[in-house]
């Protein structure tokens, strides 16, 4: 029998209209804008904080991935099928894909098999034109400090050396990660050193996901850093009056987004920073959406829990006051496999020797779970080599630390395979009275903070701090910038810097090696190792494989 492919699944499904899914929120259709058919924007007021803290919000987050990723996405969207189905009403709330890894090497973010979220087409492409805004955002900003350079006119005396700011596209192109600018003489502008990031590294990205409301967008961004000028004083976009032309741009993008699932539940889409780059979590706003709406939220947070949660809970729960009530931890059989020592072509034989050594590297993360006092469930994100033996030696290695582990079918079955993983869930919520904590206090110092998680999530022994980041620490000391968060830029690929290390390294330290400030969205981003903010393609991009025929039906796109 052949199977179907996600695109395939997506597009033989009949989708509801929009204001339907808006009525299951007990939305009126005249309430949101409506972008077609299947999409729409939901208003900020219907944000209530009352409501908020007498719902519950499920984080799903996952072990070490490997380079496909072990399907957070896929297992949200099931959960938020499989607790529907057993009469919680749910509602998903996730982050918006790239185009840089859409057209790159893992696909988009919409789910998979009988758990997506659709129209995935749309979600995996332009959406509802929030990462152009952004990108247009981030690019005024750069627009108007190179127009400050050439002008004579209320210029700032800003010093081009020091211009920490970088334009932004979302594609992976490595050819744009150190460029050179206004070159063809003085009507083109100073010329100067100058890069792009990908979209989701811009800090007006970050900015639009720590905001609470417009004004506090607007207020976020006027104190974004831009650099010196030649006699040392720090230049913010304020200084270059752009808070206000930026957060225009941004007047529809700080509006959630509605789409629904392939069971017709609701889902809200919105933001879309990297975990390994950025913080790597939706909107703070889509988040509060989704708790003013429903009684259970389910959201995830990019790559493994070292990135994606630490970040979800440190940085935008401790800002936003949520109080998850329950972690699931995504395994997936190939993922132990590969800790064990498999070989990529080795990941889908089944080996119980080889997933009893990886186990420790999900032993790890259910370890550093609980140090935010929030119990995990771990959900065992089922693949068709997956052996019994296997998945008998992980739910029983789980229970003995105290941990249920389900095996999640929402791939293959959509809310018929995750009722099991949905009743773990509620137990935890209704029996397990967890009170999140943060790991460490934004007032700690800089250092304290960096040396926190690589100690604690990490497992390192220490943190070198290279000549550049000792600088940098003494920037944010002389700018007041001590009491932001930490959001480290690290391999996604082990827990330490160094992505050959599988498994639970230990006996390392991590080396940072630069630290960029995002003033904006008040934290501050260590760069460990050879991490960039900008992808490359790799030799073979997932371009090749996608096409589009005379009637607008796109193929190859996953």
């Known amino acids: 029998m052949k199977h179907l492919s996600d695109i395939q699944i997506a597009q033989n499904t009949i989708l509801h ?35 908020i803290k007498n719902n519950n919000l499920i984080l799903v987050t996952a072990l070490t991935p490997t380079p496909a990723g072990e399907g957070k996405t ?33 696909g988009g973010a919409a789910g998979g098999g009988y758990s997506q979220v659709v129209p995935m087409e749309d979600i995996n492409l332009h959406f509802t034109g929030d990462f152009n805004a952004v990108e247009k955002a981030n690019n005024l900003l750069s627009a108007l400090i190179d127009n400050n350079l050439q002008s004579k006119v209320n210029n700032l005396n800003l010093d081009p050396r020091t211009i920490f700011w970088k334009r932004v596209i979302d594609m992976n192109d490595r050819a744009l990660r150190d460029i050179t600018i206004g070159l063809g003489g003085t009507g083109n502008g100073i010329p100067r050193q100058d890069g792009f990031n990908i979209t989701p590294a811009s800090e007006v990205m970050a900015i639009l996901c720590m905001a609470t409301d417009f004004e506090d967008l607007k207020q976020r961004l006027g104190d974004i850093f831009v650099g010196f000028t030649f006699d040392k004083k720090a230049i913010f976009a304020r200084d270059l009056k752009a808070q206000n ?3 225009i ?8 987004n509605l789409v629904q699932t392939l069971e017709k539940n609701p ?3 919105h933001g879309g920073p990297f975990a390994n780059i950025a913080q790597g979590t939706n909107t703070i706003i889509a988040t509060k959406m989704g708790l003013s709406l429903s009684n259970y939220v389910v959201t995830e947070a990019g790559f493994g829990a070292d990135l994606g949660a630490e970040k979800f809970l440190n940085i935008k729960c401790a800002q936003a006051g949520l109080n998850p009530k329950c972690v699931v931890l995504v395994a997936t059989i190939r993922a132990l496999r590969h800790h064990g020592g498999a070989k990529k072509e080795e990941y889908n034989t089944p080996s119980v020797e080889r997933v009893k050594i990886g186990f420790s590297n999900l032993e790890k993360h259910i370890e550093n779970i609980r140090k935010f006092y929030i119990e995990p469930v771990v959900a065992i994100n089922s693949f068709i080599s997956d052996s019994t033996a296997e998945v008998d030696f992980i739910i029983d290695a789980c229970k003995k630390l105290g941990v249920q582990a389900v095996v999640s079918e929402g791939w293959a079955k959509g809310g018929e395979g995750t009722q099991d993983l949905a009743k773990a869930v509620v137990n935890i919520v209704e029996n397990k009275a967890t009170q999140f904590k943060p790991l460490y206090d934004w007032k700690s110092p800089m250092k304290e903070k960096i040396e926190t ?15 550049k980041a000792e600088l940098n620490l003494r920037r944010i000391d002389r700018l007041g910038f001590n009491d932001f968060a930490v959001c480290m830029a690290k391999t996604q690929k082990s827990f330490s810097d160094d992505a050959t290390k599988i498994g639970r390294p230990t006996g390392f330290k991590v080396t ?4 960029e400030i995002a003033a904006g969205a008040r934290f501050v981003i260590p760069i460990l190792g050879k991490m960039m903010r900008m992808p490359g393609l790799p030799s ?9 025929d005379n009637n607008g039906v796109i193929s190859g796109l996953s």
Do not use: C, W
């Not at 998680?453 to 000549?467: C, N, P, Q, S």
């Not at 940072?512 to 630290?515: A, C």
């Open 17 to 51: 209209h929009i204001k339907t899914i808006a009525h299951k929120l007990n939305i009126d259709e005249d309430d949101i804008e409506m972008y077609g058919k299947y999409k729409a924007k939901l208003p900020l007021s219907f944000i209530d904080e009352n409501k």
């Open 74 to 106: 896929t297992v949200s969207i099931g959960l938020t099928e499989g607790l529907n189905k057993i009469g919680k009403q749910t509602t998903v709330v996730l982050r918006e894909p790239s185009l840089g890894p859409v057209f790159g090497i893992k």
């Open 245 to 247: 032309a930026m957060a």
């Open 249 to 256: 741009l941004l007047k529809d993008a700080i509006k959630p």
């Open 267 to 269: 889902a809200i889409i």
């Open 453 to 467: 998680i690589a100690r604690e999530i990490y497992g390192a022994d220490g943190v070198v701090f290279e000549k």
């Open 512 to 515: 940072v090696r630069e630290i």
């Open 540 to 548: 073979k991009p997932a371009s090749e494989g996608m096409s589009i």
